[in-house]
């Protein structure tokens, strides 16, 4: 149980445009989710703590108007990574926690994404 | 900001060794969180302590949690190649939701 998946697994985009991650709980309910970044050979950074139907709560530094949290639903929380980069360039994971965000958090398999 | 400190942060071994990983801190944590991450994969937990000085044990694996819930450790019993990856602690703090990441050990076990 407690299976998280991303989509897509990777992503190509070019400077400007806007991309959306999916993070889908699919055997549980999720009340909380969280979103991180990880660069190339560094540890995970909590981005976001999204909560189903209310607004994300941003770590400092990040900008909320640049990377859109939506958790509309239990099981589905999106991040839209927009106007992009090059330095957005990363590894983006989300996780979600059972029994809200006071529990064990469980990781999706992550997406890559590569903004040119 | 929390200090969290892993180390060490590269280890090198060969097949059939033993090592212990540590993760050390300032402040006290409700519970602990240990993880391996593969490379283009996302992190997956192996353990989640909760009471100072708790030991728990998962095949050749054991983790163990300071009894001021300030650090812990693994330790990984004659060492395979599957084992190579970067592990990762991640504390929650009292009073809060969020776990925060150390910055990983990142071993690699030689056949």
């Known amino acids: 149980g407690a299976v998280v998946s991303q989509h897509p697994s990777w992503v190509i985009c070019k400077s400007g445009t806007s991309v959306k991650i999916e993070c889908r709980s699919l055997d549980f309910q999720a009340t909380t989710m969280f979103w991180y970044r990880q660069f190339p050979k560094q540890s995970l950074m909590l981005m976001a703590t999204s909560n189903e139907g209310s607004k994300a709560t941003y770590e400092q530094g990040v900008e909320k108007d640049k990377f859109l949290i939506n958790h509309a639903s239990l099981t589905l929380s999106t991040l839209t990574v927009t106007s992009a980069h090059p330095e957005d360039s990363s590894f983006y994971i989300c996780s979600a926690s059972l029994q809200g965000a006071s529990s064990e958090q469980y990781f999706g398999p992550g997406t890559r994404l590569t903004v040119t | 900001t929390q200090l969290l400190e892993q180390s060490p942060q590269f280890l090198s071994i060969q097949e059939g060794e033993n090592l212990t990983v540590y993760c050390n801190s300032s402040s006290v944590f409700s519970s602990l969180q240990w993880y391996r991450q593969e490379p283009g994969e996302g992190p997956v937990l192996l353990v989640t302590?909760?009471?100072?000085?708790e030991v728990k044990k998962l095949k050749r694996l054991t983790f163990q949690f300071g009894d001021a819930r300030k650090d812990s450790s693994l330790h990984i019993t004659a060492a395979q190649p599957g084992d190579t990856g970067l592990y990762l602690c991640a504390p929650r703090a009292s009073g809060t939701y969020k776990y925060i990441f150390g910055t990983g050990t990142r071993l690699k076990v030689l056949a």
């Open positions: 302590v909760v009471t100072g000085g």
